[in-house]
């Protein structure tokens, strides 16, 4: 268990649709990161947020939202949702996140979420 | 055009027997490499973590190694057992322009067999 939180474990929903799935970090870890595994891509890295603000930007559409609390959860939210959204979704944590210091952080990943749109 | 790719795609080894999984990258400006092992529907656990004056380290069975100059990397597994089925993933980071950016290979699918 790496003290990582995701919820809900499965979600199945249609078209059109809008979700918000969340993420726990580790006790103490200010910085969260949000990945999207689909079978035929691999991981991809969508945002990372440290402390509450924006830290790093990957593959993230315009149709994907984040934020972190003060509290240091995170929640990320898909609309209009299209057939090829459905994936892993997967949270990580680490305790800092400026820039130089992430070489070194170990990432937890947590157990991810897996979207199913019909 | 920032890649990572692995090869072989799958592999099936038997127990107790030796392995090398491969990771070539196009990426800079390169800030480190890290191989994850993930088990099917969880979450990746990091291996190793390598930046660019580092050639090799070691996590148990497990050993990679990273050739800057080449932009290549292995990881190779020693003694494999039946928990070593996985995909094993390579990343690698770069960062520029204030921010980084994090390439994910596709994965190298493993099965131990008995």
């Known amino acids: 268990d790496s003290g990582v939180t995701q919820t809900p474990k499965h979600l199945i929903t249609a078209t059109g649709q809008r979700v918000t799935l969340r993420c726990s970090p580790r006790?103490?870890?200010?910085?969260v990161y949000w990945y999207q595994q689909s079978l035929d891509q691999g991981l991809q890295f969508l945002i990372q947020?440290?402390?509450?603000?924006?830290?790093a930007k990957g593959n993230i559409l315009e149709r994907f939202s984040a934020q972190q609390f003060p509290d240091l959860h995170s929640e990320l939210n898909l609309s209009s949702l299209e057939l090829g959204d459905s994936a892993l979704y997967f949270c990580?944590?680490?305790?800092?996140?400026?820039?130089?210091?992430?070489?070194?952080?170990?990432?937890?990943f947590g157990p991810g979420t897996r979207l199913t749109v019909l | 055009k920032n890649q990572v790719e692995q090869s072989p795609q799958s592999l099936i080894i038997l127990e107790g027997k030796n392995c090398t999984l491969q990771?070539?990258?196009?990426?800079?400006?390169?800030?480190?490499l890290r191989w994850y092992k993930q088990d099917t529907g969880r979450g990746p656990v990091s291996l190793t973590i390598?930046?660019?004056?580092?050639n090799t380290k070691s996590n148990g069975r497990y050993t990679a190694t990273l050739d800057a100059d080449t932009k290549q990397s292995s990881l190779h597994i020693t003694a494999s057992q039946l928990s070593d089925s996985a995909s094993y993933i390579c990343?690698?980071?770069?960062f520029g322009l204030g921010t980084y950016k994090y390439i994910f290979g596709t994965g190298t699918r493993l099965k131990v067999l008995a």
């Open positions: 990580a944590s680490s305790v800092t996140g400026l820039a130089g210091e992430w070489s070194y952080n170990e990432q937890f």
């Open positions: 006790s103490g870890d200010l910085s």
């Open positions: 947020y440290y402390n509450g603000e924006e830290r």
């Open positions: 990771c070539n990258y196009t990426v800079s400006p390169f800030s480190n």
């Open positions: 390598m930046t660019f004056s580092e």
């Open positions: 990343v690698v980071s770069a």
